[in-house]
């Protein structure tokens, strides 16, 4: 079973001559690790806000976990099971103290009050916050912030969670610890992962990438195969990752290396 | 000599008497393109808000273009049309019903003539990329992101700043966004002969456009170089948690494990170069 199921999608906003979405297919199976990559107004956040029902499509289906996202009495059950995550760390945060801005979904839903100590702190220590229980949300880091922001997703137990540009906002530090508790949580404890981002370099880290334009799905395969498309990427203003470059180059010059999508690789097939 | 700050310190929170500035000596020339980096909270913004008066230190002497700054009664708005400041997402900022009157708020606020304002947003505007017909009159809250942040920038350029400090200009942009960006501080710079400042998390950025590289730790400016000798810093930069640009991380691990290769390039193209030269003379060796 897939845990979601794009069938055919279209979206428009209202008063927009064109589609900002046509003709979306794919499907996602629990534990995959999915990245998307595209210029701005190719229809990237779009398509995150169609997976957890903030819109809903105007032809096809979105199903998740066989729950079609057009029932409206599911809505909040769907949103239970997609987590989302957005841009910027001061938009997500609720509450003054960590561990209360965690538990407000639970409180939200009625959970028991022993389990949602037991939640929050389970979610605190996934994404390495615990020990910051009582901490101010304001006097955090932005990378910090973004974690809590995950925490607070972790705890409602989703199937999958749906990153909108996670690090647009931070720093390097900020943007490594972000990524590494992606990463922690898709290979460790096997939650699915959507990674909308303009960093080429994280999108290495999916199992596979969607490379949207025009409000459409143009490629999809693993970082490897969608890298090698360095001129397509280009042509539709994305970049490549600088070592993707640096070895393209290589290649054309004769020397002769597989496909590479980190330093390590590169570093490793030349020496 | 443009902008010159003498032993300047800054503390924010007499109480805790933690330094954000700690005893800042610095030299800015006419037509230099400088790149500041420095981990998150290590004075950068605090150090380019001292260059526009925006903050005035707590103890030390600033001049900007021969005029003494932190005297009292300074003349601020003459200062701050010397030096524009363009804050970190500064479409955070847009207010005004149309592009036109956004960009022409600044020029307005120094009583120009009618025409004036006009040829002054109409510059600006074109040097920022965007069409003058097309965007004068739409409300600057329906442009893309990019769009606003390019706004933002026209309506200090409209200024006519001879400093212009950018703060994290390309954070949230994609691609084709930063390019641009890359590309208008490029025509700034050359064509226009601005002075650039330009904080960045992104090496590339700093090593593709500055002519001198100022690092910041803790309040203290603790490399100040061309992007070839602060680069060369590999551990010092390490140890301040910032990140080498990847060409130079490439070119810094393969010299770890024992190639005989130059190290002070930040182009692809060099690099590539560099690197074939390496595996052609491995070659030969064989």
């Not at chain 2, 000599?1 to 924010?12: A, S």
């Not at chain 2, 363009?86 to 120009?112: C, I, M, R, S």
Request: with cysteine; glycine share 8%; aromatic share 6%.
């Amino acid at each position: 079973m897939s845990l979601l199921d794009v069938i055919g999608v279209e979206f428009k906003y209202h008063g927009q001559p064109e589609p900002a979405l046509k003709n979306i297919n794919f499907k996602v199976k629990q534990g995959d690790f999915i990245s998307i990559i595209g210029a701005n107004g190719s229809g990237k956040s779009t398509l995150a806000k169609l997976l957890n029902v903030l819109l809903k499509p105007n032809k096809g289906d979105i199903l998740v976990e066989e729950i079609n996202t057009k029932e409206k009495e599911k809505i909040w059950d769907i949103r239970k099971n997609v987590g989302m995550v957005f841009q910027n760390p001061d938009n997500q945060i609720v509450a003054t103290m960590v561990e209360d801005d965690v538990a407000f979904g639970l409180e939200n839903i009625a959970i028991p009050s022993a389990e949602i100590r037991k939640r929050v702190d389970h979610a605190l220590k996934l994404v390495n916050l615990d020990g910051y229980e009582s901490h101010e949300t304001h006097k955090l880091s932005g990378g910090q912030k973004q974690r809590l922001a995950i925490a607070g997703i972790i705890a409602m137990e989703p199937s999958c969670i749906v990153l909108d540009e996670p690090t647009a906002m931070l720093d390097p530090q900020g943007r490594k610890e972000v990524i590494d508790t992606i990463k922690f949580l898709n290979k460790e404890k096997g939650i699915t992962i959507i990674l909308i981002t303009h960093f080429m370099e994280e999108a290495t880290v999916a199992d596979r990438v969607y490379v949207m334009n025009e409000g459409e799905i143009k490629l999809q395969g693993s970082p490897t195969e969608i890298f090698r498309e360095i001129d397509y990427l280009r042509s539709i203003n994305l970049d490549v990752p600088v070592v993707v470059e640096v070895a393209n180059g290589l290649k054309k010059e004769g020397i002769n290396i597989p496909d590479i999508l980190t330093i390590d690789g590169l570093v490793d097939a030349l020496c | 000599m443009l902008i010159e700050l003498k032993n300047v310190t800054h503390i924010y929170n007499q109480k805790q008497g933690i330094k954000a500035l700690d005893n800042i000596n610095l030299k800015i020339d006419e037509h230099d393109f400088i790149g500041i980096v420095g981990h998150t909270g290590s004075g950068k913004t605090t150090l380019v808000q001292m260059f526009n008066s925006l903050i005035k230190p707590t103890s030390g002497e600033i001049f900007v273009d021969g005029i003494k700054t932190t005297k009292k009664n300074v003349d601020l708005n003459r200062v701050r049309q010397i030096v524009g400041l363009v804050f970190q997402y500064p479409e955070h900022q847009l207010f005004e019903e149309t592009v036109y009157k956004d960009v022409a708020f600044g020029p307005n606020n120094l009583k120009l003539k009618k025409d004036e304002i006009d040829k002054r947003v109409k510059v600006a505007l074109d040097l920022a990329g965007l069409d003058f017909e097309e965007f004068k009159d739409r409300s600057p809250f329906n442009l893309s992101g990019g769009q606003q942040r390019r706004v933002a920038i026209a309506g200090v350029l409209a200024m006519r700043p001879r400093v212009l400090i950018l703060d994290e200009p390309s954070a949230g942009l994609d691609p084709q966004g930063r390019e641009k960006l890359k590309a208008l501080l490029k025509r700034l710079h050359k064509n226009y002969n601005i002075t650039i400042i330009l904080i960045s998390h992104r090496m590339e950025e700093i090593t593709q456009l500055s002519n001198r590289v100022i690092v910041m730790d803790h309040g203290k400016i603790v490399l100040n170089g061309s992007p070839k000798e602060v680069f060369s810093y590999k551990e010092k930069l390490e140890s301040l948690s910032l990140e080498l640009p990847e060409i130079t991380e490439i070119l810094f691990r393969l010299r770890e494990r024992g190639c005989d290769i130059r190290t002070d390039i930040f182009t692809v193209e060099e690099a590539v170069e560099e690197i074939t030269k390496l595996m052609g003379s491995q070659k030969d060796a064989n």
